[in-house]
């Protein structure tokens, strides 16, 4: 997916958002914009939105030392998801399609994103805007003929390669792991290989206890979404001989819209340009293949 003019004005508001959980001085935050304001101009329109932010994302890391600027929002995101964990585990038990309802789960907890602009007012805290999501989502129909074509590709594969996104949704991707490991699957997860935005690391998926259902790696990258030219040779190797990939979230689509692999592609539609790229309504979920074809074109 190539970057879009929209995603230019979105990344300095990320920046900046980004800067203020990093430091509290206005002098270093204004730097941080400049640096961003002056390199935003070079970046090629024909580079994928992943490249933009990790460029932006060093950028504010840099200039402010700060190695981790959302540490504190990550750890509270997945406390958010441990306490949420057993009302949707139940959810899942009693489920009539308990893979169904894991994936929208799992699907709806990709709203808790620092990337796109996660909007809370004094009414409304994250933990109720996550609520939300999962109530929206559940009564949302999965594309039926995507749904089914995802069941057959489970039983054609024993292994599954599992691409995490953000923090706190981490605790709804191992709902669906722990359903896909019922089915007999076993799974990698993959992490970041350094801290970028809310995305997670290793030591996120340890915090969560995924590390007791799946495999865990990282990918080598501090890119907010895959971006295989950046990743580390193992990564790329589990990527390249995967029979099945699920991939979470907007960065992974955005670097692997156009990658030919057996992808599904699972995440909450939050942006206007992520609806135009899948034509589909934000707020929705998406449970989409990638056609080999045309992601090769």
Partial sequence: MKVYLDCFPCFMR????????ATDDTTVQRQVLDRVAKTLPTVPLESTPIDMGQIVHRIVREVTGIADPYARVKEESNDLGLKLYPTLKAQVQRSRDPLLTALKIAGAGNIIDF?????VDANDSIEQIVNDSFAQVLHQVIDPAQYHSFQDKLVE????????????EIVCDKLLIE??????????????????????????????????????MTNGSDAPGTRLSDCSPEFTQAFQSAGLIISKGQGNFEGLSDVPAPIFFLFKVKCPVIARETRAEIGAVVLREQVMEEAAK
């Fill in 179 to 216: 359903e896909l490991v019922q089915h007999g699957k076993k799974v990698i997860f993959v992490t970041r290989g350094a801290p970028t935005i809310n995305d997670i690391t290793l030591a996120d998926a340890h915090y969560v206890g995924l590390d007791r259902v799946a495999s865990v």
């Fill in 157 to 168: 594969v024993n292994n599954i390669l599992y691409l995490g996104d953000n923090a706190g």
């Fill in 115 to 119: 990337g796109p602009k996660m909007t």
């Fill in 14 to 21: 990320q920046a900046l958002d980004a800067a203020r959980m």
